[in-house]
């Protein structure tokens, strides 16, 4: 059974930082990409940045040189590392293993996300 469990979100101020984490278990973790996502109210979930198996990495442009992702397969973790962050980045972030090919989840059901807010 897969489980996807993020953490690490908040209240922050525009221009300040937030690290998420995600642990997945019922996943051949090593060999998966895995990616996060994030969906704003009234928006659809949309993917912001992913790693592969050999992380190599790939970002939305909106949070290039942002934002950072990382993984730690011994403890099957995922990272999101978030700078200089803005209030247009206010959403639920959610993680899952990414298809390359076509960039979409592959597993369901979702993790319950972890809820970001920028505001001052």
């Known amino acids: 059974q897969v ?8 209240l922050v101020q525009p ?5 998420l984490s995600c642990v997945a278990s019922g996943i ?3 060999f998966n990409a ?3 996502y994030r969906q704003a ?9 992913a790693i592969t198996d050999v992380r190599s990495t790939n970002y ?7 934002f950072t992702i990382s993984r730690d397969n ?3 973790t995922v990272y999101l590392q978030m700078n ?6 206010t959403a639920v972030y959610y993680c899952n293993a990414v298809h390359l090919a076509t960039m979409k989840p592959l597993f369901t059901p979702w993790g319950q996300g972890t809820q970001v807010t920028v505001s001052s």
Do not use: H, I, T, Y
Request: aromatic share 4%; no cysteine.
């Open 34 to 36: 895995m990616g996060w």
């Open 3 to 10: 489980q996807l469990v993020e953490s690490g979100g908040g």
């Open 84 to 89: 200089s962050l803005q209030p247009e980045d």
């Open 15 to 19: 221009g300040g930082s937030l690290r």
């Open 41 to 49: 109210p009234g928006k659809q979930r949309e993917l912001v940045a």
């Open 60 to 66: 939305a442009d909106s949070v290039k040189d942002r």
């Open 74 to 76: 011994a403890k099957n």
């Open 28 to 30: 051949a973790f090593r």
